[in-house]
């Protein structure tokens, strides 16, 4: 009677905990895709832009990254890392001027026709991401929600005018590019939400830190939303 109701107690007490596995981890989780490549296209803009510089509604820029699941491969609930390349540009009605080590917008004046003007910043990004997902259906496909945090390092800036040469007051098509452009903050981070279902979600990334260096630039804040992709 003694050894009964102590293997009863004992099967109790761990029924919680059994049935919290099967609930996690199942015989089905084996097939639980672990989005190794994320391809994110997004329209990227300016929250907080000076009052005369006119955003473009599509500036269209790409994210490109490898993540790998470090804790809870196989379960609903998980945690994974990753590294790659983020493109944001935006498009504009303004070129950038510097004076007395502060960067500023000028808009290109009125009477010139350009077909391109943009600025574009490129970083190398690690991503921490904490995931939810539901057990992948016979198709492998499942419901998915991500929320995580990038930290990003400048790789590149730049600014690219095709139009007419305003500067020196000629109707005459000209291209320009300038590199390495002065005061922007050669760090960011970073919020991203990630929902969707199989391989197709939808993304949206806040920017907690300006563009910009402070006190030596407009104070824009990058925000960008978009479709994401998500692969193995």
Not at 70 to 99: E, R
């Amino acid at each position: 009677m003694f050894k009964f109701f102590k293997y009863s107690t004992l099967s109790l007490a761990f029924l919680p905990l059994n049935l919290f596995s099967q609930n996690i981890i199942s015989p089905d989780s084996s097939k639980m895709p672990n989005d190794l490549f994320v391809v994110n296209v997004l329209n990227n803009t300016w929250l907080n832009s000076p009052s005369d510089v006119k955003l473009m509604p599509v500036s269209i820029g790409s994210e490109v990254y490898y993540t790998s699941p470090v804790i809870g491969k196989l379960s609903k609930l998980s945690v994974a890392i990753g590294v790659g390349i983020s493109i944001n540009n935006i498009h504009n009605n303004s070129l950038l001027y510097d004076s007395m080590n502060t960067s500023y917008f000028k808009p290109v004046p009125g009477g010139y026709n350009y077909y391109k003007n943009k600025i574009s910043t490129s970083y190398l990004e690690v991503p921490l991401e904490f995931r939810f997902r539901t057990m992948p259906d016979i198709k492998k496909r499942n419901f998915k929600v991500t929320l995580g945090a990038k930290f990003g390092y400048l790789l590149s800036s730049y600014m690219k005018y095709s139009g007419e040469d305003f500067r020196n007051h000629s109707s005459k098509n000209v291209k320009f590019k300038e590199y390495r452009l002065s005061n922007i903050l050669p760090y960011r981070y970073s919020a991203f939400l990630r929902i969707g279902y199989g391989k197709i979600n939808f993304i949206v990334n806040y920017t907690f830190v300006p563009l910009f260096e402070k006190n030596k630039g407009p104070d824009c804040i990058p925000l960008s939303y978009g479709l994401s992709f998500t692969f193995y």
